[in-house]
Structure formats: C-alpha cells, structure tokens
Nanobody, 121 residues
Framework: QVHLVESGGGLVQAGGSLRLSCAAS????????MGWYRQAPGKERELVAS???????NYADSAKGRFTISRDNAENTVYLQMNSLKPEDTAVYYC???????????????WGQGTEVTVSS
C-alpha cells in the first residue's frame, strides 16, 4: 500500500506565499517523478510542476518564476514553494508520484487526496 499525504494548503492574500508538502509512505522500492497538479472549479486538472529523482524540473508557464518545486529523496517528500500568489492560483492542489512497488511489479502513478489553496484578492 502506498500513500501520498499532502499538507500546507490554506487561505492567503494575493502576493503571499504558501509551501506545500507531500510525503510518500508505504511499501515501495523507488519514487521516480514527483509532481504537483491543480484543479480549479470547473476546469480540468493541470500540471503545475514536476521533478525527477535526479532533480530535473519542469514548470507550467503559469508557475515559472513564482513557484519552485524541490524534493528530499531520503524522505520521499516533494515540496512546492509558491510565491507571489494570484487569485487565479486558487485550486485544489494534488501531489502525484510515479512509484515502483513489488506488488505491481512495476511503476504506476499515485495521487494524494488534495489540499486546497485559496488566494484572495
């Protein structure tokens, strides 16, 4: 069983900052790509940022220059530092990780339960 547990969401004023965390736990061998997605009301889920095990990063255009993704491989944890937040960043943020488990005999994607971020104007 693999679990992704997120924390760090909340209400913040425009221009403020939040730091999201997501820790993977359970019985697995390796955690490969980890990432953050978000889904605003009435919209599809979209990639915000991702990071490989060797810490190569990828950002959505909307996140570039404001958000920073990082990870602690020893703790199987990924972070998303969000600065200069805008009302349009309001969404539920989901952690995603590609994890190799013995039970599957390979890698598959796992999702966290989501953490809500609300940016007021």
């Amino acid at each position: 069983q693999v679990h992704l547990v997120e924390s760090g969401g909340g209400l913040v004023q425009a221009g403020g900052s939040l730091r999201l965390s997501c820790a993977a736990s359970g019985n697995f061998l390796t955690v490969n790509v980890m990432g953050w997605y978000r889904q605003a009301p009435g919209k599809e889920r979209e990639l915000v940022a991702s990071i490989t095990a060797d810490k190569s990063t990828n950002y959505a255009d909307s996140a570039k220059g404001r958000f920073t993704i990082s990870r602690d491989n020893a703790e199987n944890t990924v972070y998303l530092q969000m600065n200069s937040l805008k009302p349009e960043d309001t969404a539920v943020y989901y952690c995603n990780a590609d994890i190799w488990t013995w039970s599957v005999g390979g890698s598959r994607a796992y999702w966290g339960q989501g953490t809500e971020v609300t940016v007021s104007s």
